[in-house]
């Protein structure tokens, strides 16, 4: 429970939860995921009207928080994202959208962003190498200039939502230094392989560059000088993540907890156990701890204060390892119920497993933290 | 065929372990197929494997064994088996390494209904049933637990009413694995409803496929589909099947679960096969190739992750042999069985927490062209079923502290009560 | 000497936060000596010694603070406080770090006794006690566990019988910390033993030092001896000295409780000095010195140990808004404090076993003529009392299970019985 | 417990059980302690004649084991003194004992090792580089050759017993290799500084060696061939002090488990709570796992079989981690008891402690074991 909401975000809070638990709830997942789909394209492009991609955008630019605090209210939408393991790119999105309208020139990209704004398209951030976490050293690729453009060569992997997606922001070397640029899904020389995913219906995809050329408008910002907006968006992504494994961690909490007052072993209900009622009391210290730590992140980011990176791995460090543990202990107290398909807890397993390895493990977190530290 | 090495008894007529196993060492390449020469689909190893070929595979290298004279190795000559002892079975396990073997029929029907057959059972039971498995013409199934019990197996409501000669039986039955390729089943069921729980129970040995017996396979999160839960609609099961007593199942469900423990932990005389623990296994392997794969092969973190549940896998085949070791000398009572199962259920679970650690991003994702690194991850959705399977690790701490310790029993709501008087829950 | 900047205040009559804030920042240089001027010896800020001299430190502290006009913060000014907010002491305690303050009377003076004393006392015992307190010339300490209870506080056997207009105490206290350098106890005894539990205490306001009252101190693992145990023979205590209601003990001894775990967890508003929690405290730079010193800094393993406890102290002070805001709104109960309780417990205790492995042999031993590396092996040692002092956490967790999630309560063997019926063990 | 004792081996565990309950109980430990004392000499020349330190010697070599498995042997011992946290120099005067008996040319030491098998002298193995653990690279000190003999220079540090020890089996880097110099205590440039131990009585020491002349005849085994024997050294070393945490934490077990009966709370013994009951089923099936790898490390040693190192390492990753955690726990079970000066919970947890650190810490064995798996 989020203690300290304006109005507005309440607001925000309410239509997205009633609204997700309508269009997508966990058997439209199911179906979905039968289907081999990600997501509804109609029921996105809805929640773009409730404000699902235009909040971390600002308003001159055409978009718009509802508190004045655009990366808080996105929480807020990635915690109701998370209760309900809902499908669709909110993340790539959010943190495409932000790259496009913060970047110098960025009135070269309005189009596209105003497509991703108003849900119509959508795009998704490339920036690791195959195989590889979160690294953006590693993760360009070759932008090689020719003429009054640049040929781009390489291959990502792990895109979120690459098999989705109409443009691609991506992270490229060229010889000015780290740099991003909008190339579309059809570009010439660009392929696209997705991949089988963990999780129900967040897709992931190979992107294949090979001989991509593209001017230099593609551009997002100037040339070379990209990694300050390349970490900016690695703390949206990240932060947003965290929002997301506190519903996820915050659900499961809320049904396990009603199972175990519901079901009886030996004459008497789960929750009269001391040793089951000891592990419930942990795991909700986890969770509340969770919860504090990406709040406290969340402010960090949105004030883009100095110690933002730092707060956003610490969150990620911790609610990436305790929300797999919590999901799985949850698992755990439903029995053999809890390794079926049928029980709906492995689709929160999945969001949340997903969730701790990409964009950073809690391991990689840590040694991002000891950077920080200088250690 | 049999094995032409002849075979050298000691002076009570029995083989000796030495003679037998070098007969094995002999008979086991001739008969058996290398496991590494097997077509990669074919998958009769591993348990996942639901397919109806697989068990038909394994029931015709169950009788190989037998013709060959080295099924039943534990069990008695009467019943058709060798009468040896188990470290005649734990040579041939170790000389059967590397080759194909009848896996799926060690667990239940080997280790646990056959020698709950054996300590329970009629001797029409015994001479029939035993016999048969041996001879891999009957599978063994457990109908134990049920959809609204869980842990607590003497809370069964599925009820058997005597009518003359026959029972008739309705409920459901849950978590019986491979029961739709099965041919008898263990099944508990009520029968006095007055009588506290565990004293109105009746054990019967019953025909899996018959009229009024309908199967539903779950599937489950790894995509396995073994377990089954079983709707009974006035089943007829004939007095002859009841083992032990009228009113005394929980006695034989008692047995059941400790060969239950000993087999999940990895303690059982009658497994038949290679055995995984305290050896660098496959799991080693794969985890050292993980590493190479995600190029984290020289990062001390990564090794030291490796290195750990490597030691987990050694201390378990040690832990196995301790606790054989003391309930064989009577130094451990008989649930210390439960000691292996909890160290399984745990080790498991943190060797899965590793392999997803080590995998890293690869854990969530797999290319249609490449390995498939997202089976870490299954792997990891599906991890708890080690803590849960064959008992949960919650049970095995309850029968530790109180069996072995001797503390307190856990207060149960049930206890003493007439069983038409307790509350359930959903 | 009181701070030259003016005063700022609003509409009620209460100077601002930042007003506040900028008259502690004058004079909080000119009135306390920096941490880092400290003769390294001196130890009055670390509650380790305990040294007389550190008492009359504290005490000498607490006036200049009193003086200062920066005394009792958050208490009403009717009873010597200044009647501000929890914002104040919190901008106080930002404006205060790194420099020398009596930090030994927060726990349990200012955040346990003063409160508890403020919700149920009589208004004389606030005037007295509270000012007096709040001037430093009075130490407070808890007359809570006994030797034969310890988490079961109502449990006490500690026997107070009416005489007249007094009471004469009999029987044991312990881990009353500070008790030989403190002035007045709230002290917990049994006034009826034919009520239950519960109903037969009362709390006595007594002085520490009188006839019939013996003090020793426990000696703990890590060498301190603040803790004591108090041994009463015959001691006689006014009916003045009774705190709520004569039988209404427990009800004192809740607030107690309830102000304990907020000071253990790090959320009392009376709490006066700097905070360790959510910055990058001395305990991260101490791991810091100790890789460099052993050349394990390049190491990822190590690296990761002192990232992950530098997130844990980081996360604690996160944990410590979040609930202080849950508890001010009311969507947390009172008994949220358990959360941070059970947090600090934790994070301590994995700290602690954290630098061990990061000191690795160091931490065996040291040279009289190096670093005392020996001290992080010692600490260690002692780790269990960060899960012990001020309520253990398996405390906490029955609380946050009961109490905040609503489980069941735990069976108590001793409700509702008549208190001389009841078993004890040793 | 051991389960498969032969009748000697009983009556070796008995003899050693009862005599150091009589001649070492806790309060002598307290009062050694006090007097800044680390052992007592007779007490220590008493022990030697039940065998102490002689079970790893051949008896051509005046040694001789009770069941002709003298590794197995002292590991019985050293469980005793795991019970009762007992002082003396069992570890090192027998893996110095073992060195000396083994080595190519033994009868040079035959005087030294004739009065370690007597206990009349004490000697100790010096071969960490200060402030490191196990690394014999890096813990080898210099040898230079000069005229028929060496002189040495360099530090060691963390020796056990070295403030007690009459002689020292020096680890150095001859021109050849890895060797080991049996060096007087009084030998002209040896200086040993005894450091403040975390144990009650188990000294460590720094020894200093400023241009230290010693005789080829020093030399044990071969000039640069040592590297084997100390790899045995150090399996013999680590076996016994896992067979010390077995026993430690068997003695801990043992009264807390009584505590666990006697302790009531709320009307209720300790030993009826679910939880407690639960986390003594953790401790109790660490316990015994422990056994378990502790024995099957000390037959390989005893076999001297290619996987001794690896199994050795196996053992201590797990009892330097377990035997701690249990004995914190129990602590926590004793309450504000445990952390007490008076109650002797913590001189167990001492012991404990130390062994954790010394002889490769579970980090530093866990990496041994990904050196021997060839990661």
Redo the contacts between chains.
């Keep these: 429970m989020r203690f300290e909401l304006t109005a507005d975000q309440r607001l925000l809070q309410t239509a997205t939860a009633d609204y997700l638990e309508k269009s997508a709830p966990l058997g439209v997942i199911r179906a979905l995921h039968d289907e081999g789909r990600t997501f509804d394209r109609d029921t996105w492009r809805r929640g773009a009207e409730l404000g699902w991609t235009s909040l971390v955008v600002p308003e001159e630019t055409g978009g718009g928080s509802v508190s004045g605090e655009g990366v808080v209210d996105a929480t807020v939408i990635a915690e109701q994202f998370g209760r309900g393991c809902a499908p669709g790119p909110l993340a790539v999105v959010n943190v495409v959208a932000a790259a496009l309208a913060e970047a110098a020139g960025a009135d070269r990209h309005a189009g596209l962003l105003g497509r991703l704004l108003d849900g119509s398209m959508v795009a998704a951030w490339a920036c690791c190498a195959p195989g590889r976490g979160w690294d953006p050293e590693a993760g360009a690729i070759e932008a090689r200039p020719d003429g009054d453009g640049y040929v781009l060569d390489g291959t990502h992997d792990g895109v979120e939502h690459g098999g989705d997606a109409d443009a691609f922001l991506v992270l490229a070397h060229t010889p000015e230094g780290l740099s991003q640029f909008v190339v579309e899904r059809d570009a010439d020389g660009v392929s696209v392989l997705p991949l089988e995913s963990l999780d129900m219906v967040r897709g992931f995809a190979r992107v294949d560059y090979a001989g991509v050329r593209v001017p230099a408008t593609a551009l997002v910002g100037a040339a070379g000088g990209a990694a300050a907006a390349v970490e900016r968006q690695f703390q949206l992504a990240v932060v947003l993540q965290c929002a997301e494994l506190v519903g996820v961690v915050e659900r499961v909490l809320e049904f396990t907890r009603q199972w175990m007052f519901d079901r009886y072993s030996f004459g008497r209900p789960l929750a009269s156990y001391q040793e089951l009622k000891h592990r419930m009391a942990d795991m909700t210290l986890w969770s509340e701890s969770g919860q504090a730590t990406m709040a406290a992140a969340a402010r960090a980011v949105q004030e883009r204060r100095a110690d933002a990176g730092e707060l956003v791995s610490v969150a990620k460090s911790y609610l990436g390892q305790r929300a797999t543990d919590i999901i799985q202990d949850c698992v755990q107290l439903h029995g053999g119920l809890g390794v079926t398909w049928e029980h709906d807890i492995h689709i929160y397993l999945r969001r949340a497993t997903v969730n701790r390895l990409m964009w950073g493990t809690p391991s990689a977190h840590r040694r991002r933290i000891a950077d920080l530290l200088n250690v | 065929m049999t094995a032409t090495t002849t075979a050298v008894s000691d002076a009570t007529g029995m083989e000796s372990v030495d003679s037998f196993r070098l007969r094995a060492r002999e008979w086991i390449p001739a008969n058996l197929r290398r496991l590494a020469d097997l077509p990669a689909d074919e998958g009769a190893q591993r348990n996942v494997s639901s397919d109806e070929s697989a068990w038909q595979r394994a029931r015709a290298l169950q009788r190989t064994l037998y013709e060959g004279g080295f099924a039943g190795i534990c069990y008695p000559k009467e019943y058709g088996g060798l009468g040896l002892t188990s470290a005649h079975q734990r040579a041939f396990n170790e000389e059967v390494a590397g080759h194909e073997m009848p896996m799926r029929l060690n667990v239940p029907t080997f280790t646990i209904c056959g020698p709950t057959i054996l300590d329970m059972g009629s001797e029409e039971h015994k001479r029939e049933h035993l016999a048969a498995a041996i001879r891999g013409d009957e599978v063994l199934v457990q109908f134990l637990?049920e959809p609204g019990?869980?842990?607590?197996l003497a809370?069964a409501t599925t009820r058997a009413e005597r009518d003359g000669d026959v029972f008739v039986l309705n409920g459901s039955k849950?978590?019986s694995s491979g029961a739709y390729a099965a041919d008898y089943a263990l099944c508990l069921a009520r029968t006095d409803w007055d009588a506290p729980k565990h004293r109105g129970l009746t054990m019967f040995l019953m025909k899996v496929h018959q009229p009024g017996v309908h199967i539903e396979r779950?599937?489950?999160?790894?995509g396995g589909d073994e377990?089954c839960q079983e709707f009974f609609d006035d089943v007829v099961v004939p007095a002859s099947a009841v083992v032990g007593e009228v009113g005394g199942g929980w006695a034989v469900a008692s047995r059941q679960l400790f060969h239950e423990r000993n087999a999940v932990g990895g303690g059982s005389p009658y497994f038949s096969g290679a055995r995984a623990e305290g050896r660098?296994g496959t799991e080693?392997d794969a985890l050292?190739d993980l590493?190479r794969?995600?190029?984290r092969?020289d990062?001390?973190?990564a090794?030291?992750l490796?290195?750990?549940a490597?030691?987990l896998g050694?201390?378990h085949g040690?832990?196995v042999?301790?606790?054989t070791?003391?309930m064989r000398?009577q130094?451990m009572p008989p649930t210390a069985g439960s000691?292996i199962r909890?160290?399984h259920g745990?080790s498991a679970?943190r060797q899965a927490e590793i392999a997803?650690?080590l995998?890293?991003?690869?854990?969530?994702?797999?290319?249609?062209?490449g390995p498939d690194t997202?089976e870490v991850?299954?792997s990891?959705?599906?991890?708890?079923?080690t803590?849960?399977?064959g008992g949960?690790?919650?049970m095995?701490?309850?029968i530790?502290?109180?069996r072995?310790?001797g503390?307190?029993r856990?207060?149960?709501?049930?206890?003493d009560?007439p069983f038409n008087q307790?509350?359930?829950?959903?």
Tied chains: 1, 4.
């Design positions: 637990s019990s869980g842990s607590d809370g849950i978590w779950i599937k489950q999160v790894n377990f660098r080693t050292i590493v794969r995600t190029g092969a990062d001390p973190y090794r030291e490796i290195a750990e490597h030691a050694v201390i040690h832990l042999d301790r606790v070791a003391g000398t130094k000691l909890l160290f745990e679970t997803l650690e995998a890293g991003p690869a854990a969530a994702m797999s290319a249609p062209d997202r991850g299954v990891f959705l599906f991890r708890q079923a803590q849960l399977g949960s690790t919650e095995a701490r309850n530790i502290s109180e072995i310790l503390m307190a856990e207060y149960a709501a049930d206890r009560v307790v509350r359930h829950g959903r």
